[in-house]
């Protein structure tokens, strides 16, 4: 006799019976930290794939790290984008006035003087670098990321 009226009728027999299983983290908080399994290559060692090449001769990539900055703080390999004194002078400054807009903005957001505001600290690279790569007849069109 059967336990249950659908296989009674036939129904879902085939069917595995359900189970869940939740992982126990490497880490929980307060355990001291340990990067010993990630493996960091020598600055410059990643190859730098073609621009024009289809998207999925990229997708190794998206599983290694991309070290550029060597241990003398310089720039190494296919990556370094070989960039200028004055440019990168530019850029410093760029970082600088975001850090320095991000703390007014953040500080008027906490006094009620505006509604929202996104701090951008620790990735301002990420517009920074886009920004510079643009001429000075193109168009952005920035958002909050949600």
Not at 21 to 30: A, K, L, N, S, W
Not at 43 to 58: L, N, V
Not at 82 to 94: C, I
Not at 110 to 118: A, D, E, H, L, V
Request: charged share 25%; with cysteine.
């Amino acid at each position: 006799m059967a336990d249950r009226p659908e296989e009674a009728a036939g129904k879902g027999v085939n069917k595995p019976s359900l189970s869940l299983h939740v992982p126990e983290p490497t880490y929980r908080p307060g355990d001291p930290v340990d990067f010993a399994h990630i493996v960091v290559p020598e600055a410059g060692a990643q190859a730098r794939p073609d621009e024009a090449c289809e998207a999925i001769e990229t997708s190794d990539l998206c599983y290694d790290l991309i070290r550029v900055l060597g241990d003398d703080n310089k720039a190494h390999g296919p990556w370094d984008p070989k960039l200028d004194p004055d440019t990168l002078r530019t850029m410093l400054h760029n970082f600088a006035m975001t850090r320095a807009f991000d703390e007014r903005m953040f500080r008027g957001q906490r006094q009620g003087k505006t509604s929202f505001y996104m701090k951008c600290t620790g990735e301002e690279a990420t517009s920074i670098s886009a920004a510079m790569a643009l001429a000075s007849d193109d168009m952005i069109f920035p958002s909050y990321r949600q």
